[in-house]
C-alpha cells in the first residue's frame, strides 16, 4: 500500500550574486593534478606546467601528467641549495618549445620536441637569448612567424622587450632604461595588434605603456628606432571621490573589440580600490603616441618638448625617435568598481557571443559579463575557493585555476551547481548555462541539445516569464532506507517561485507471494476442478444448514400462537 505525505515549502527568491560554495567548486573540478613542488605558470595552449625545478607535458583529456623533466640547481655560493625554475617557454614551430632552467642565476636553455606519439622529448641546448637571468620575473612572449621573429618582454631584460630574429640569430632591443626614465620593475603583459607590439610595465611605482614597430626596419645603435613610452593609468569617481588608479595589476586586448581592459589600482598598493578600465586602443592609445609632444634636448642640450607627429611602420631611419612622451594615456571608462578589492589579476573569456572577465582573489573567483554597448559590467557569480590562488587562465572552454603546488581544470561555467533548481538556473543569468525541460536540470548551453529543450532568460532572470504556469518535475529516490522504502519527491513551482513538494513513500521489494503449491490443471472436457468443486459443494452444505435452521425457528413460531396461555400459566404461577 503506498502512503502519501503533503509538505509544503515556501522558496523566497534572493536578489543577491549566487556564491558558490568552495566545497562544491572543488569538487566539481574535473581534473586535479598535483606536483611535487610549486607550480610556476601554466601554458594551456602547449599542455604546459612549468615549476620549481620542473617542467610537465599535462593530458587534459586523460587528467595526466604526461611527461615530467626535473632540474637540479646547483649549490649557492653560501651552501644553500638554489631556487631553481623553468622559465621563458615559448613555442616556435608545431613541434618545438624552447625553454631554460635558471641555475644558480646562470640560466641554461632547452628544447622540447614533440614525439609522434604526441609526447615531449626533452633535451638540453636552445636559445640563450631568451633566458630570464632573474627567474622571479614574469615573461610574456608572441611569435610572428612571416618575417620570423619572436618577441619577448620581462623586467629580467634591462631594456624590458627584446626583438630575436631566428633565421639570423641576432637580437634588438629598445633604448637602455637610463634614456626613458627608471627602472623596469615588474612586466604587466603584452600584446600584438597590426603593426605595433605594446608592452605594460611597472616603472617606480606607477604603470608604464610602451609601443613600438613589429617589424622595425631601421636598428640604430643596436637599438629598436620606433620605441615609444607614456604612463597609464585610470580615473574613477568611487564614493563621490576622484581617484586616479595608476598600477595596472593585469591586462587584456580583445582582438574583436579593438579594447585593451585593465584591472588598476592605486600607489602604493592598498585594499582601496581595484577598478576594470577600458581604453578603446586606437582613439586612446594610438592617437596619443602619434600626437603627443615628447621629451627633447634643443641645441644647447636644455630640456625642451618635441614634436615628431605619426610614427609609421615600414619606413627606415638613420636614428631613434624620441621615446618619451610628456602625456598620459588616460582611461576614464571604468567598467566596473569591484567588490572584493584584494583582486590581483583576471582572465577573459568570449561564449556565445557574451564577452565574460573571470577575476582572482586569494579566495574566491569573480564572473562578470561586459556589454559593449554601454561599456559595463555585470556580477553574475562568485566561487569561494578552498585555497589561496596564484594565477587563472581559460584555454578551450576551460579554466585552469593554480595553487602552491596543483592545478585544478574544469568547465568555468558550474552550472551543475544549480541541480534541477529552475528558478536558481534562470536567475542567474549566465549565458553558459540554460534549464532543460527534458531533463529538468541545469545544463552548460553549450551542450544543449534541440531534444533537450533548454531555455534561459538573459534580461531579467524571470521564472514565471519561461514558465507561466509554474512547473514540476519528479526526483526519485535511491537510498533504501532501513531497508523498507525509497522517498520519492514531486517539485511543484509556482510562478511565484513559491515550492510545494509532495512526497511519496515505494517499497524497496514488493511482498512475496505465498501459495500451497501448483495451481491444479483443469482438463478441458471438466466443467470445474477439484478446488472449484470442493468449495461448491461447501458452499451447498453451508446453504442446506442455513434452511435448516430457519425451518426450525419457523416451527417454534407456530407452537406459542397454538397454546398462548400456557405461557400465561406459568407466569402466574406464585413460589410456594
Request: glycine letters at 4%.
Amino acid at each position: 500500500m503506498i502512503l502519501y505525505l503533503l509538505i509544503l515549502i515556501t522558496s523566497s527568491l534572493s536578489s543577491q550574486v549566487q556564491r558558490i560554495p568552495a566545497d562544491f567548486a572543488k569538487s566539481s573540478a574535473w581534473c586535479k593534478l598535483v606536483f611535487d613542488s610549486p607550480v610556476r605558470r601554466v601554458y594551456p595552449d602547449y599542455n604546459i606546467v612549468t615549476g620549481e625545478k620542473f617542467i610537465s607535458q599535462i593530458d587534459t583529456s586523460s587528467c595526466k601528467i604526461s611527461v615530467t623533466q626535473t632540474h637540479d640547481s646547483t649549490t649557492c655560493t653560501d651552501g644553500t641549495t638554489c631556487s631553481d625554475q623553468a622559465t621563458s617557454v615559448v613555442k616556435i614551430d608545431n613541434t618545438t618549445l624552447y625553454y631554460c632552467f635558471s641555475d644558480n642565476n646562470s640560466p641554461k636553455p632547452f628544447t622540447a620536441t614533440l614525439l609522434p606519439n604526441n609526447s615531449y622529448e626533452f633535451s638540453s641546448g636552445g636559445i640563450s637569448q631568451i633566458c630570464l637571468e632573474d627567474p622571479s620575473k614574469t615573461s610574456y612572449s608572441n611569435l610572428n612567424p612571416d618575417d620570423q621573429l619572436l618577441y619577448m618582454a620581462s623586467a629580467s631584460f634591462e631594456t624590458g622587450l627584446i626583438y630575436y630574429n631566428i633565421s639570423s640569430d641576432t637580437l634588438d632591443k629598445p633604448p637602455d632604461p637610463s634614456t626613458r626614465g627608471d627602472e623596469i620593475k615588474e612586466m604587466t603583459g603584452m600584446f600584438v595588434r597590426g603593426d605595433y607590439i605594446y608592452t605594460v610595465y611597472l616603472d617606480r611605482t606607477v604603470s608604464t605603456i610602451t609601443r613600438s614597430c613589429k617589424n622595425d626596419l631601421s636598428v640604430y645603435d643596436g637599438h629598436i628606432t620606433t620605441f615609444t613610452v607614456a604612463d597609464i593609468r585610470c580615473t574613477s569617481t568611487i564614493d563621490g571621490e576622484q581617484i586616479v588608479l595608476d598600477r595596472v595589476l593585469s591586462l587584456e586586448y580583445s582582438e574583436e573589440l579593438d579594447k585593451l581592459f585593465i584591472l588598476t589600482s592605486r600607489k602604493p598598493l592598498t585594499s582601496s580600490a581595484v577598478a576594470l578600465c577600458v581604453l578603446d586602443v586606437a582613439a586612446d592609445i594610438d592617437k596619443l603616441f602619434d600626437t603627443s609632444l615628447y621629451k627633447g634636448f634643443d641645441e644647447t642640450g636644455a630640456d625642451t618638448e618635441i614634436k615628431q607627429g605619426e610614427i609609421k611602420c615600414g619606413t627606415s631611419r638613420s636614428q631613434a625617435v624620441e621615446p618619451e612622451c610628456i602625456r598620459s594615456v588616460d582611461a576614464t571608462n571604468v567598467a566596473a568598481v569591484l567588490e572584493y578589492t584584494d583582486i590581483f589579476t583576471f582572465t577573459s573569456h568570449k561564449t556565445l557571443d557574451h564577452h565574460l572577465f573571470y577575476f582572482l582573489c586569494d579566495d574566491s573567483v569573480g564572473v562578470y559579463e561586459y556589454f559593449p554597448q554601454t561599456g559595463k559590467t555585470k556580477n553574475l557569480l562568485d566561487i569561494y575557493l578552498w585555497d589561496e590562488g596564484r594565477s587563472i587562465s581559460i584555454h578551450q572552454d576551460l579554466i585552469y585555476l593554480t595553487f602552491d603546488n596543483s592545478v585544478y581544470i574544469t568547465e568555468p561555467q558550474w552550472c551543475s551547481f544549480y541541480g534541477r533548481d529552475p528558478v536558481g538556473c534562470i536567475k542567474s543569468m549566465h549565458p553558459s548555462c540554460s534549464y532543460s525541460k527534458t531533463q529538468s536540470r541545469c545544463l552548460s548551453t553549450l551542450k544543449c541539445e534541440t531534444s533537450d529543450n533548454c531555455v534561459q532568460d538573459l534580461e531579467t532572470g524571470s521564472f514565471s516569464s519561461l514558465f507561466p504556469e509554474g512547473y514540476s518535475y519528479k526526483v526519485k529516490g535511491t537510498e533504501c532506507l532501513n531497508n523498507k522504502i525509497f522517498i520519492d519527491t514531486d517539485v511543484n513551482i509556482a510562478p511565484n517561485g513559491t515550492i510545494s513538494t509532495v512526497k511519496s513513500y515505494r517499497d524497496c521489494s514488493p511482498d512475496p507471494v505465498v501459495t500451497s503449491g501448483p495451481e491444479p490443471s483443469v482438463d478441458s472436457d471438466k466443467l470445474f476442478s477439484t478446488r472449484e468443486i470442493g468449495f461448491l459443494a461447501g458452499m451447498a452444505g453451508f446453504a442446506a444448514l442455513s434452511v435448516f435452521l430457519l425451518a426450525i425457528l419457523a416451527c417454534k413460531g407456530n407452537n406459542k400462537k397454538k397454546n398462548p396461555q400456557s405461557l400465561t400459566m406459568k407466569n402466574s404461577i406464585a413460589p410456594i
